[in-house]
């Protein structure tokens, strides 16, 4: 059994303890709002909102919840170029960040890699702050 691709990156402390939260919280979120299994792939083109009725798609006030901060992150991811694409197809999809970057056009395996991991630490921060995840509060 493996781990999923942002588990690994936490274990091997590529990612830090606020960008796993935060990835975490997406997840959680993305699962609950009733998107998983409805909203076609990201990397086929997929990328926004823009003609779904979004109201009609939930019932529950949970459902709402979910579906709300997922509106909330994708308007904020929206701001960064493949920041969506990235987070959706790490977190959710689990595609390995070499796939990730491949996907997004970068050539060979090295330079996926790297190019998927900075990005994807940028959006998941942008996350991490809207959460406000890793603020000291006093």
């Not at 960008?19 to 009733?34: C, D, L, N, V």
């Not at 991811?77 to 689990?94: F, M, S």
């Not at 996907?103 to 959006?123: D, F, H």
């Amino acid at each position: 059994m493996r781990d999923a691709p942002i588990e690994q990156l936490h274990d091997q402390k590529r990612i830090s303890e606020s960008q796993y939260q935060a990835a975490e919280k997406f997840r959680i979120h993305w699962f609950h709002s009733g998107l998983a299994g409805r909203v076609g792939n990201m990397f086929s083109g997929v990328v926004g909102w823009g003609n779904t009725s979004f109201n009609t798609l939930f019932g529950p006030e949970d459902a709402c919840h979910h579906s709300t901060q997922i509106r909330l992150a994708w308007d904020v991811l929206g701001k960064v170029q493949d920041a969506r694409e990235l987070v959706y197809g790490i977190v959710w999809l689990e595609r390995s960040l070499v796939d990730a970057g491949t996907l997004l056009g970068w050539r060979g395996a090295p330079q996926a890699r790297v190019a998927a991991i900075t990005q994807l630490r940028a959006a998941l921060d942008l996350l991490a702050d809207l959460w406000g995840i890793g603020v000291k509060r006093s």
